[in-house]
């Protein structure tokens, strides 16, 4: 059983940068892909970004290509999510997700654990 505790949300202003950590603990950490997804008021779940167990692949949607970087680093067991430039559409709960599929998912019912989530919230 893995377990998931997220970290780094917070309040910020247009075009502010904020750090999302994740740490992992209760599993084997570099066996699992990660994943990062949000949840706004009212919406459903989203992806945002993934990275695959070693760090080599990552993937992310459209709307915070260019803006977010997703890392990890498996001798902390830790993932990352660096969001700069970030805009007001941004607000939602994020979440940090496990799982193995084969390299990595955009898709939420392959992963396998997920975070309580943190809370971001973008003001213009």
């Known amino acids: 059983q893995v377990q998931l505790v997220e970290s780094g949300g917070g309040a910020v202003q247009t075009g502010g940068s904020l750090r999302l950590s994740c740490a992992a603990s209760g599993g084997t950490f570099s066996r699992y892909a990660m994943g990062w997804f949000r949840q706004a008021p009212g919406k459903e779940r989203t992806f945002v970004a993934t990275?695959?167990?070693?760090?080599?692949?990552?993937y992310y949607a459209d709307s915070v290509k260019g803006r977010f970087t997703i890392s990890r680093d498996n001798a902390k067991n830790t993932v990352y999510l660096q969001m700069n430039s970030l805009k007001p559409e941004d607000t939602a709960v994020y979440y940090c997700t496990a799982g193995r599929p084969l390299g990595y998912s955009v898709i939420k019912e392959e992963y396998d654990y997920w975070g309580q989530g943190t809370q971001v919230t973008v003001s213009s």
């Open positions: 990275i695959n167990w070693s760090g080599a692949s990552t």
